[in-house]
Structure formats: structure tokens, C-alpha cells
């Protein structure tokens, strides 16, 4: 079960993960809890559609019901428990996935919190962000520039998860050539952070993400729906959640280069898994993300090297949950955040 806080008498709204099945997911109201000391109560401003919010809704990632779901938060401090955390209220904040990790771990210890295994992630074990009110850990939060865009704070926990993937350690060199499979926003995000490091970035996807692969476009990057057989990529990043994808970056890799798994497929697949031994390919990926990899995100944001702000294709309220849900899982648009009604 998730933590119980202590409840104060007013309800909101929140999009709660009752039990097994999608249809489990429903919108209901919530008690608001206290702000303990060493937390804060942040209004929700909006919080963005994982892929990992399908899957808990289908119940192909772990979860502990009933807890209240989204885990991509932006929001602003209206309330801490410690009075010596002051200085956080009235600040725009996104926030790490983390409710809590056991801090005493060999993982912990090294500073791997996101691979403890006793953490417990805000939006399938903790409460989550698609409410009206949430609260968090002060040492996880992290204020966004006021000059960003309105709802761009919601991909800052994305770009964190694909820095730590790319740059924790760094993977990528000026003037590699790099292919990333799968247009969604992280794939999105994979590229613009390839193209922030000075390679030269390919995003491949199918003929049906024509609008989302001119997105990316505009912002520079090369897009192709073609097949790649060549082999000559440096770095291959799989940001699709198709067995398909990773194929298609396994054949882009040439020899000795590295494949970087970013997306979850949320199921075991069939890879033709030989060509890292054929290619002797380095294969890596990162989960969640670190400290390190959100300064390393924070630090691209104010160098505004990464544009978050056309990433946000739809936002809809959390009445509507279920149907951009639904939308989101058919790929449809880049990134969908819910805003609180």
C-alpha cells in the first residue's frame, strides 16, 4: 500500500489506480493530505502521459493499488512541513520519480538511489501527480526557470531520464553519427540531446508519425521512414517501444558502436540480440534518472540547448483522462499533459 499521510478535510480530484485493468483507472476524489516536515504540497499545474503510465494502467509495470498515477510533475510550492524549507514556496518545481529509497543501500550509498530496491516511485507505488495537490520529498524538487514555457516543466523528468541514459557517463562525441528509433517525445528528446552534444542526429520513424517527425525537423535533426542498412551509426538509442525499433538499431550500428536502450517495451521481445557479438556493440541504458543526470538537464534547459515547449502537443483536463489516455497509447501527438480541472 502506498504511504498514509495524515489526511486534512478537504478532497480533490485525482486519477487513482484502484486495481488489475485499464478499467481500474478512474477519476475520483481524495482526501489532501498534511505536509509532513521534509515535505512540500505542491499544486499541480500540469503533469505529463508517460509510456510507463500505459503500462502500470495495464498492469505491465509494477505497481501498488490504490495509488494516484503520473509521475512527469510540474507544479508550484504552496506549502512545506519544515518551516527551514520556506524558501521553496511560490517556486515552479518539477520533481525526481522518487517517493523514497532506502538510503542505506550499496546503491544508495554510491549515489544510485533510482536502482535501489526498496525506492518507491511517485505515481505507481506513491501518489503521483495527476491530481489536483501532491505531495513531495523537498530533497527530490528542483526549480524550472520562470522565463519556460507554461506547461514545459512537465518534460523535465523525461530529459533527465535520457541524459542519464546519454550523458551519465557521457556516450556521445562531436561529429558521431547517431540514429534514434521511435519519434515520441522521448526519442524526441534522445535526438535533441545528441544534437546538444555536436553529432549528427537521425530520427527514424513510420510513415504515420509524419506530423511528429516534423516536429523534429524544425528543430534541426534529419528524419527519415525509410529502412537503414548502412551500418555506419556510431551510437544507436532505441526510444520506440517496438521490437522493431531495436532491430532497426541493431542494423543502423556499425562496428564497435554503442546501443542505448531508452524506451521500455513493457514485455519480453524477440532482438536479434548475436549482433552485439557479430558487431561487438557496448549496450547500456539508464533507469529513471540521478542528481547528475538532472543537473545535467537543468544545465541544458538554461543554455536553452533543448526545446521542451513543441514537444507538448495536447493538454486536457483530468476529467478526460481515460480518452488521452486511450490517445496516448495509440501515439497519438508527442506529449499529452493533464491539467487539473
Keep these: 500500500m502506498t504511504t498514509?499521510?495524515?489526511a486534512t478535510d478537504?478532497?480533490?480530484?485525482?486519477?487513482?489506480?484502484?486495481?488489475?485493468?485499464?478499467?481500474?483507472?478512474?477519476?475520483?476524489?481524495?482526501?489532501?493530505?498534511f505536509t509532513p516536515p521534509g515535505f512540500a504540497r505542491v499544486?499541480?499545474?500540469a503533469t505529463g502521459i508517460c509510456g510507463t503510465d500505459v503500462h502500470v494502467a495495464h498492469d505491465e509495470y509494477g505497481y501498488e493499488p490504490p495509488v494516484v498515477m503520473g509521475h512527469e510533475i510540474l507544479g508550484r510550492v504552496v506549502e512545506v512541513g519544515n518551516p527551514d524549507d520556506g524558501r521553496w514556496v511560490g517556486t515552479r518545481v518539477a520533481c525526481e520519480t522518487y517517493f523514497s529509497a532506502c538510503e542505506r543501500c550499496d546503491m544508495c550509498r554510491a549515489g544510485r538511489r533510482n536502482l535501489c530496491?526498496?525506492?518507491?516511485?511517485?505515481g505507481s507505488f506513491e501518489n503521483g501527480g495527476f491530481a489536483e495537490f501532491v505531495i513531495l520529498p523537498v530533497l527530490n524538487l528542483h526549480a524550472l526557470p520562470e522565463w519556460?514555457?507554461?506547461y514545459d516543466g512537465a518534460l523535465a523528468k523525461p530529459l533527465a531520464c535520457v541524459t542519464h541514459c546519454l550523458l551519465d557517463p557521457p556516450l556521445i562525441q562531436a561529429g558521431d553519427r547517431v540514429f534514434v528509433t521511435g519519434p515520441g517525445a522521448m526519442g524526441q528528446l534522445a535526438a535533441q540531446v545528441a544534437l546538444a552534444q555536436g553529432a549528427a542526429v537521425t530520427?527514424?520513424?513510420l510513415p504515420n508519425d509524419a506530423e511528429r517527425l516534423a516536429v523534429a525537423q524544425k528543430l534541426g535533426i534529419r528524419v527519415t521512414t525509410g529502412t537503414v542498412d548502412d551500418a555506419s551509426f556510431d551510437v544507436v538509442i532505441k526510444c520506440s517501444g517496438s521490437a522493431a525499433g531495436a532491430a532497426a538499431a541493431?542494423?543502423?550500428?556499425?562496428?564497435g558502436a554503442r546501443y542505448v536502450q531508452v524506451g521500455i517495451f513493457g514485455r519480453d521481445v524477440l532482438l536479434p540480440f548475436d549482433q552485439v557479438l557479430y558487431k561487438e556493440l557496448r549496450v547500456s541504458s539508464g533507469f529513471a534518472s540521478t542528481?547528475?543526470?538532472?543537473?545535467?538537464a537543468m544545465a541544458l534547459l538554461e543554455q536553452k540547448r533543448v526545446s521542451l515547449g513543441p514537444l507538448v502537443t495536447k493538454q486536457v483536463p483530468l476529467s478526460q483522462f481515460a480518452a488521452a489516455l486511450a490517445a496516448t497509447e495509440q501515439g497519438e501527438g508527442l506529449k499529452t499533459v493533464v491539467i487539473p480541472d
Aim: glycine share 10%.
Design 4 to 6: 498514509t499521510l495524515p
Design 250 to 255: 541493431f542494423r543502423g550500428a556499425r562496428r
Design 148 to 150: 519556460l514555457g507554461e
Design 291 to 296: 542528481p547528475t543526470s538532472w543537473r545535467r
Design 203 to 205: 530520427l527514424a520513424g
Design 10 to 33: 478537504t478532497m480533490m480530484k485525482a486519477v487513482v489506480k484502484t486495481g488489475a485493468g485499464v478499467a481500474n483507472v478512474v477519476v475520483t476524489e481524495v482526501p489532501v493530505p
Design 43 to 45: 499544486r499541480v499545474l
Design 117 to 122: 530496491l526498496h525506492r518507491r516511485s511517485l
